[in-house]
């Protein structure tokens, strides 16, 4: 095309006009006449490079490609070309990819922004001299379209470069900014020796391929990522590693079933065992359904069975040794009854001596409630307001004997006392105890405190007075009593002391299993206090015969 342009007489007639001196239409319409009449007709089917510009002798510049773009600049950017050189004769001069400064639109594609100019200087025959330089502008696209389906293939780099390593086409956007290839690819390019070579770039190694063209100084290069390369290998890499996961994925899977069929089994019956070893006699251990069953199988259910067996010989062990404490306590409580009885009658002889009085039918009365309280239906709870009233019935008996020498006083809510319940005859013994013992040579009246509360799941129960009170000595022997009963104290004393406590304290721990749950203190001429603890026990913690439910026990 360079050729047809060049024999084409009416490019030297535009090239001897000067523009400048005219308007700027007039030059418009000369490259509009130069479309219609040469361009145009010259490539009927627009297969072909047109002339992009064309630079004068006379330094003016026809601009094909946008006319808008005639400017100093341009014709600035021609000169440093150096495109009308004369050493270049009528030579094709290729220059770098750079920017289409002949647009003054540029499009956002970097390949189609960028173009590779080639400059041509025309020589007239007629006017002796180099009339016009021929511009071409080739898009940078055009190129990259020889190559760029290649190069997304391979996941590679493509560039295209001169002999001084210039950028004449890339697939890498940023070389094709720069417009050279990297430094230490072009040395390697210009001294290696070698059609293929490996090289190091952005921490990646690339395998090197260059192929030289035939016509000129330019280098085709092309640079594949080595896994790129290696992607086969790599693949049946990773095949045998999958593989080899899923063996042994299959092999701990193998491990597991065998684990839990066998070595499971007996961890957990060596941890049962241990369990019991420690005092608990509930440790069976886990029975999961098997289709195959096998002799640990059959290990963990005859363990089962023999767990069960001893708990059970405890349990009926444990029920007769509760029987034979309970008819041990039946006697105990047959002791207390007929000591009071016995004193009770010595207060109505007492009372009779001296004449009839209504006072001794209210005592009678009184022993009477407390007899019809005492035995309850046969039930060993029962609700704290009967043993309240049990308790006022005795007092009215020992206010009749004693007058106003003796003062009772009962500090409780009795809206929290109805919803509890008490061992029977629980309260009795521990106020008799002040009524006996603390008026034995005292010269003043003596008050009598009973107060009860709940707190923190307990109920407290305390009787205070300020009678005689006990010394050190007297103090010990009683707690001796509590704790063990009379018959296991060295001294016997005259009176029953501490039988009635003692009696408490035996049946709070059988039916609760507290060990001191009765308390005395005392101090010689000052009161004694006697406190005692039970659990909170509500109307849901006893069975319909007045016994406490298992739970309970």
Not at 224 to 238: G, R
Not at 251 to 269: D, G, H, Q, T
Not at 526 to 540: A, F, Q
Request: hydrophobic residues 35%.
């Amino acid at each position: 095309m360079s050729d047809v342009y060049a024999g084409t007489d009416e490019f030297e007639d535009y090239a001897e006009t000067i523009y400048s001196k005219r308007s700027s239409s007039y030059k418009k319409g000369a490259i509009v006449r130069i479309h219609e009449q040469i361009l145009e007709p010259l490539d009927r089917l627009n297969r072909r490079e047109k002339l992009s510009a064309m630079y004068t002798w006379r330094g003016e510049l026809l601009n094909f490609r946008d006319p808008n773009q005639d400017t100093e600049e341009t014709k600035h950017e021609l000169e440093k070309m150096q495109v009308n050189d004369p050493a270049n004769l009528m030579r094709f001069i290729w220059y770098p990819v750079r920017e289409n400064f002949l647009l003054s639109d540029m499009p956002e594609d970097i390949h189609e922004k960028m173009a590779v100019f080639v400059s041509r200087r025309v020589f007239s025959r007629e006017h002796n001299r180099y009339e016009y330089v021929q511009i071409f502008a080739l898009d940078e696209g055009v190129f990259y379209d020889l190559y760029k389906d290649k190069a997304k293939v391979l996941r590679g780099e493509i560039y295209i470069v001169d002999g001084e390593g210039n950028i004449i086409s890339s697939s890498d956007e940023e070389t094709l900014k720069e417009g050279k290839i990297p430094e230490n690819l072009f040395v390697k390019v210009r001294d290696n020796t070698k059609k293929f070579f490996e090289i190091g770039k952005k921490g990646k190694s690339y395998l090197v391929d260059i192929k030289k063209s035939e016509i000129n100084d330019w280098r085709t290069i092309m640079a594949v990522p080595e896994t790129q390369i290696t992607a086969s290998v790599d693949s049946l890499y990773l095949k045998f590693f999958i593989i080899l996961l899923v063996s042994m994925g299959i092999s701990a899977l193998l491990i597991v079933y065998l684990y839990r069929s066998f070595m499971e089994p007996i961890n957990k019956l060596n941890i049962s065992m241990k369990e019991v070893y420690n005092g608990n006699l509930n440790a069976y251990v886990e029975l999961k359904e098997h289709p195959r069953k096998n002799e640990i199988y059959d290990m963990m259910v005859y363990y089962n069975s023999m767990l069960k067996r001893i708990n059970t010989h405890i349990i009926e062990g444990l029920k007769a040794d509760r029987k034979k404490k309970e008819l041990e306590l039946e006697v105990l409580m047959s002791q207390i009854n007929p000591h009071f009885l016995y004193n009770t009658l010595e207060n109505i002889v007492w009372k009779s001596n001296e004449a009839r009085r209504p006072d001794i039918g209210r005592m009678a009365a009184s022993l009477g409630r407390m007899y019809r309280l005492s035995i309850s239906g046969g039930q060993v709870i029962v609700p704290m307001e009967h043993e309240i009233e049990h308790l006022m019935a005795y007092v009215k008996i020992q206010k009749n004997r004693y007058g106003d020498s003796v003062e009772f006083e009962l500090q409780t809510d009795m809206a929290q006392v109805h919803e509890l319940y008490s061992l029977k005859i629980l309260l009795q013994p521990i106020v008799e105890n002040s009524f006996l013992y603390g008026t034995e040579g005292l010269e003043r009246p003596m008050k009598v405190r009973l107060s009860i509360h709940e707190r923190d799941g307990w109920v407290w129960i305390r009787v205070v007075d300020n009678g005689c009170g006990m010394d050190k000595e007297r103090l010990a022997q009683v707690r001796s009593q509590i704790k063990k009963g009379r018959k296991n104290t060295e001294e016997k004393a005259p009176r029953s002391t501490g039988i009635g406590l003692h009696s408490a304290q035996m049946r709070i721990r059988l039916y609760f299993g507290i060990e001191d749950a009765v308390s005395i203190y005392s101090k010689k001429g000052m009161g004694t206090l006697v406190v005692v603890k039970i659990p909170v026990i509500t109307k849901e913690d006893v069975d319909e015969s007045g016994n406490l439910k298992e739970k309970q026990k």
